[in-house]
């Protein structure tokens, strides 16, 4: 694993401030960060006039890293409050950064919400949770966050995924692995690229997980669009038991490989870790929750670009476990 490798941009200090100002004032207005039409229809408004300099910085992914860091933001430690012991306890707690990063959400794309998932908020906040340790989820703390696509049991899954620190005290890292840095024979890509392995619901879905309207889909790992490869990647919740062991295997390689090209992202406050959920997955390294008012906190944003074409188009045909993800803005 390596460290310090992602591409940094660099918030001018006046961007910030807008950015700060302006989620504030949507924010007095919305009484809330919670979903709603009134708060939805402000930051929509409010993303299109942020200055072309915010636009730039919030371009899309342009390196084969497939992520970058964005640098800069306001976080006042004192005006924080305490972490809050698991999203539940979260509320409103560090209301106006869930509206920077909806802001900047918005410029990227389209976010979206799952009704299942934290109340149904645009914004997760991923602290870890007492009694859930070894969970693979944003929840857990004490066992490694193995490398995953975010919410990859699903084809309207994000193709972005924007973490933003509030704080970070112990450094722990996020790890990310590019696939366009991975090397795989061709024999592998092809195999890895059959619709073989079904990937189910992870534990922060709970509703879908007793789906019973029709059989896990199987789906591929890899993808070579017009874009180049892309991969759909969930070891712990991918059915391996349905593959031949000859497949098996070249999915353990794929393993070793995005274990081999990880590198670890230790997110200070200010800081937004923007990756491509097509090429890069994504995870954290296990350490101690504290359960102080100290831990570490994240902001999350799922981003969906209209458009884009990193997908096969067999997907639109999966039921997605009776799940349904919600965009932030329509028309
Ligand atoms: O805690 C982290 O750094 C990443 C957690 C994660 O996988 C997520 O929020 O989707
Ligand atoms: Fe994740």
């Given at each position: 694993?390596?460290?310090?490798?992602?591409?940094?941009?660099?918030?001018?200090?006046?961007?910030?401030?807008?950015?700060?100002?302006?989620?504030?004032?949507?924010?007095?207005?919305?009484?809330?960060?919670?979903?709603?039409?009134?708060?939805?229809?402000?930051?929509?408004?409010?993303?299109?006039?942020?200055?072309?300099?915010?636009?730039?910085?919030?371009?899309?992914?342009?390196?084969?890293?497939g992520?970058?860091?964005?640098?800069?933001?306001?976080?006042?430690?004192?005006?924080?409050?305490?972490?809050?012991?698991?999203?539940?306890?979260?509320?409103?707690?560090?209301?106006?950064?869930?509206?920077?990063?909806?802001?900047?959400?918005?410029?990227?794309?389209?976010?979206?919400?799952?009704?299942?998932?934290?109340?149904?908020?645009?914004?997760?906040?991923?602290?870890?949770?007492?009694?859930?340790?070894?969970?693979?989820?944003?929840?857990?703390?004490?066992?490694?966050?193995?490398?995953?696509?975010?919410?990859?049991?699903?084809?309207?899954r994000?193709h972005l995924?924007?973490?933003?620190?509030?704080?970070?005290?112990?450094?722990?890292?996020?790890?990310?692995?590019?696939i366009?840095?991975?090397?795989?024979?061709?024999?592998?890509?092809?195999?890895?690229?059959?619709?073989?392995?079904?990937?189910?619901?992870?534990?922060?879905?709970?509703?879908?997980?007793?789906?019973?309207?029709?059989?896990?889909?199987?789906?591929?790992?890899?993808f070579r669009s017009d874009d180049g490869l892309t991969l759909r990647?969930?070891?712990?919740?991918?059915?391996?038991?349905?593959?031949?062991?000859?497949?098996?295997?070249?999915?353990?390689?794929?393993?070793?490989?995005?274990?081999?090209?990880?590198?670890?992202?230790?997110?200070?406050?200010?800081?937004?870790?923007?990756?491509d959920n097509d090429l890069?997955?994504?995870?954290?390294?296990?350490?101690?929750?504290?359960?102080?008012?100290?831990?570490?906190?994240?902001?999350?944003?799922?981003?969906?670009v209209?458009a884009r074409r990193t997908r096969p188009?067999?997907e639109?045909?999966?039921?997605?476990?009776?799940?349904?993800?919600?965009?932030?803005?329509?028309?």
């Amino acid at each position: 694993m390596t460290t310090g490798a992602a591409p940094v941009r660099q918030l001018d200090p006046a961007d910030a401030t807008e950015l700060r100002r302006t989620a504030e004032k949507i924010l007095a207005a919305a009484g809330t960060s919670a979903a709603s039409p009134h708060l939805l229809a402000r930051v929509a408004k409010s993303a299109a006039e942020l200055p072309g300099t915010v636009r730039h910085q919030l371009r899309p992914v342009d390196t084969d890293d497939g992520l970058f860091v964005l640098r800069g933001l306001h976080v006042d430690d004192s005006a924080l409050g305490p972490t809050p012991a698991g999203w539940a306890a979260a509320g409103d707690g560090g209301a106006v950064h869930d509206v920077v990063l909806l802001l900047l959400a918005t410029v990227m794309g389209n976010p979206i919400a799952w009704e299942g998932q934290q109340d149904g908020r645009f914004v997760h906040n991923i602290v870890p949770a007492p009694g859930r340790e070894t969970e693979q989820t944003g929840a857990g703390s004490s066992v490694l966050l193995s490398p995953h696509t975010e919410d990859a049991f699903h084809p309207g899954r994000a193709h972005l995924l924007m973490l933003s620190c509030m704080r970070n005290p112990d450094r722990i890292a996020t790890t990310a692995s590019g696939i366009r840095r991975v090397r795989l024979d061709e024999a592998d890509i092809e195999l890895l690229s059959r619709p073989v392995l079904p990937i189910l619901p992870d534990d922060a879905y709970t509703e879908a997980r007793n789906f019973d309207g029709g059989p896990p889909p199987p789906v591929p790992t890899l993808f070579r669009s017009d874009d180049g490869l892309t991969l759909r990647f969930d070891p712990a919740y991918t059915v391996l038991d349905a593959a031949s062991p000859a497949h098996r295997a070249a999915y353990e390689r794929l393993e070793h490989e995005l274990a081999r090209v990880s590198c670890a992202v230790r997110l200070a406050p200010g800081e937004v870790l923007v990756v491509d959920n097509d090429l890069v997955v994504h995870g954290r390294v296990p350490f101690r929750a504290r359960y102080d008012g100290t831990d570490r906190w994240l902001k999350r944003a799922s981003v969906r670009v209209p458009a884009r074409r990193t997908r096969p188009l067999s997907e639109a045909s999966e039921h997605g476990y009776g799940q349904a993800a919600v965009e932030a803005h329509t028309g």
